[in-house]
């Protein structure tokens, strides 16, 4: 627990000299914290657990602290404890501070507890604000005919009742039509003060701010019934179905109801110092009025009072529209109030990052497991030889036809078992790709669900800005996505037969490869986390679904060359290519079949071994059948299963003289160079470059494309975070 304290307050406070052990204390000795100041959060109480998230708060000192049902899924003593501890808050803190609860039908000794209570029945109805003691004369005095038995039921439970039309709606209107008299008297008297009273009270402005400007229009306009009805129908927006408790100790609500204060603060809504006003008048002080009076009125309709409605103003003096909400830039606590420790932001964020990565159990160990077995398992069923062979064309300027007839169904079928190794072996590179890739998105987008909402949280009461969260998370991630992709083709890399290399650069890049394409994923995760944070199981089936568009355009399951047009465009936006043919050029690309230049100049290959004889009435006895020839090679050229290979040479048949032992060379030569036409040594190159169309030069594009998709994916994640986080403050 110390250590989200720390990070709290350096988050709130970045300045350099701030003291922050002793802000902690300090927070710890209001909230009796003490004790378990260092045991982990996951191990501590509930209501322990409840006073860390108001710790983390107070250490910024604020204004108003305002607590959604703070005493939720806690028993009835730690509910007690909780609201014990908050009442001596408000009492006890050195700086004036407002605490608002939200709390569902306590019991009665809570109930007695708080300073001001706030009630709303369905359709965000008033039916009762004031003092918890209060409450039964109210019951009793105003209800319409209900009694109230003080020994016999809890009066927040009786009020609950009341608001949910237990008794019907009688008893409600009742105590709408009693609350609306009471407050339009109060903000008669609260109209004159402020007007009268406070404009020369010493620690006021002589000129009047815009806010005092802006509530005295506010006021006039609710003693009117459209008005009011008006900002009642905004507080049952904000405020919905819940049972509000203002807790305020510098405000004592026992005392009558008409007599006014001499000295009123109203929340933020004047420039007034509130210890000066105490002292010089000597008398308590009223918080957020407005909060404690919006939804009051919201029953008005077509009770006309004779005042004519006029708009209500904000700060600037512009009108509102009808339907529209004012709200001052001082309560927005969402922006960011922390300007020029952007950097410092960004510091403390990556490192809590990075360390909410190192003691997830779940993120970091069943990562580091999956990157570690399952390189084993594939080694285990790969072996130690898929690696190794490269199928490189077996090219020759000279081939001996006798030579070749003896020997060449051995050649063949050594040939025939290099070109079905380096299938396995690009089949091992799809392979590792997309299991880490699917690994890393499925956690990701499980666990980063669960960061959405202490971002959410955190936010919206202007710790940090969402910039420096992303930069922190980004730069935190990229140490283990890192490390975790180099450890498996540590492992993979040299125990399936891998090639070494000068300096080993192929392995770096590589490694590089499988770091870039482990990023994108784990942005992908994170995109997904972001849209669905509230249903991760929607997150954790969605995010791998999404792959399968990108695998099926990778060109390793069907070539591209042979999808229709628009799904070969399409298929430069899968990144899954990029880093398949990427890894395969590493591999089998940059001169890995030996080549010597003075050798392959580009000559047609010629036939030798055949007696001249033999080639000469070869060729006669063909010419012979020149004419059936002609006739087989056009039935030949028909046949839907022949090669492009063999029409290419049948058409060269049909054009020249016929030489046979010569054609028959060029056939068998360009057969064993799989159909390429060798003339250079950049065209003698491996099977799977041949295959998948490749040259060394490509490497570099699909390089830049891989980095461009993953900075593309970044500034997705970013927009998505952001407005995902913006659409829920």
Known sequence: MRENLWFASRLKHPEKDFDHDSNIDRVLELLKLESCIDTKISKISGGQYKRVSIAQELLSNPDILILDEPTSGLDSLTCYKTVMVLRDLARLSPNPMAIIVTIHQPQREVFDLFNHVYILAIGGRCIY??????????????????????????????????????FGEKPIEALVEHQRRDFKRRIALLDTAIGGQLVGTPGLKKRQSPMVARFKSTLS?????????????????????????YTNEAYDTSQSQDELP????????????????????????????????????????????????????TAAGQPLEEGEFYLDDRLQTHKHNHQGHFLRHCQL??????????????????????????????????????????????????????????RG???????????RCTFENVGLYFLSVYAFTFSTMCLTSLSFPLNMHVLLKEVRNGWYSIPTYFIGKTLADFPLEFILPTVTLMITYPLTGQPSSYLEWRFLLATGIFVVTSLIAQTQGLIFGALFMNAMQAAVFVAPVSTTPLILLSGFLIRISQMPIY???????????????????IRYGFGQCPCDPSVVTGEPVSASGVPEQLRTMTNYWLST???GGNDTIA?????????????????????????????????????????????????????????????????????????ATLFFSKVVNYLVVKYSVKWRL
């Open 625 to 627: 059948f020149n004419n």
């Open 567 to 585: 799904l070969q465009k399409l298929s430069t936006l899968s990144y899954f290519r990029y880093a398949i043919e990427s890894l395969t050029i």
């Open 349 to 406: 964020l990556t490192k809590r990052s990075w360390l909410c990565l190192c003691k997830d159990p779940m993120l970091t160990t069943l990562r580091f497991s999956a990157h570690i077995i399952v390189p084993l398992l594939i080694t285990l069923v790969y072996g130690s030889r898929v690696g190794k062979p490269n199928a490189c064309p077996l090219y020759e300027t000279d081939m001996d036809l006798i030579d070749y007839a003896r």
């Open 262 to 313: 001499k000295g009123i603060q109203v929340g933020s809504y004047h420039e007034l110092d509130a210890s000066k006003l105490a002292s010089s008048q000597g008398n308590n002080i009223v918080s957020n009025q407005e909060a404690r009076v919006s939804a009051c009125d919201r029953q008005n309709k077509g009770q006309s009072e004779g005042a004519q409605d006029s708009l209500i103003t």
């Open 409 to 419: 169904a051995k050649r063949l079928l050594n040939l025939q078992d290099e070109l």
């Open 221 to 245: 306009n609710l003693t009117g019934s459209n008005g009011s009805q008006r900002l009642g129908s905004q507080a049952n927006r904000l405020t919905g179905h819940h049972l509000y408790a």
């Open 129 to 166: 604000e004031g003092h918890p003691s209060l409450s039964i004369k109210t019951i009793n005095e105003c209800s319409g005919g209900l009694h109230f038995d003080a020994d016999q039921y809890n009066p927040a439970s009786y009020l609950v009742e009341i608001a949910s039309s237990e």
């Open 635 to 707: 039935n030949l050229a028909s046949d839907e299963n022949i090669t492009d290979i063999a029409t290419t040479t049948i058409e060269t048949v049909t054009e020249q003289p016929v030489d046979f032992f010569q054609d028959l060379t060029v056939l068998l030569a360009r057969a064993n160079s799989f159909g390429a036409d060798i003339k250079t040594c950049q065209d003698l190159k491996p099977y799977p470059m041949i295959d998948f169309s490749l040259n060394d030069d490509q490497l570099y594009v699909w390089v830049a494309a891989l980095i």
